[in-house]
């Protein structure tokens, strides 16, 4: 699949297809094991109108949101489960599901290096990048002031690249100098210390 953004660039995206094929694959598995043989049935569904779809033979339909009722309407009407082993079923997919854990985007697009992203703290007012952290607060070029805008910077660092950060990365990543600031900040945004001296790092819960 290819992406091609608003400016006319293209990207090559991963099939959805085959992601969809492996997801009913492990679906009608998970159903085997526990007894219950129903239909199962697959549909790429793109969540904006804007996203235009070319496919030469889809293997699978491709909706968009207000396409489901009607594809759902159009299956087949015979029920194969009464109400109570919906229930019963229902309950069990409930028990089994697992919080999603997101895999670092560094892992996902190995071509871009850490020197690519872009440090600093982000403005919540204007969304401008490089808040400067002085009298213990994060001040910005359009005058907003906040004393937690480090959170969601380190929320976005955790997301880019996972696993463990240093008080050195830290203060790279908000620009701030004072170790001891940074340590603060990231204790405020909830990170666990872990190990001691130099070999200190921090994680999230
Ligand atoms: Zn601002």
Redesign the pocket.
Known sequence: MVRVTKDGHEEALGSPFAQLDSHLMLFRDWLHERNTPIPVYGAVVFAYPSQMVEAAAAPHPILFPNNIPYYLRNLSAQPVLDEHELDDLARQVLAAHRPYVQRPLCTMYPQVSRADIRTGVI??????FG?RWRDRAWH?????VSRSAHIEALQDWFLIFGGELTNEECRRFLGVEDRHAARRMMKSAGLIEKGKGRWKTYHQQ
């Open positions: 403005c919540p007012e204007c969304g401008g808040m910005c070029v359009c005058e907003c």
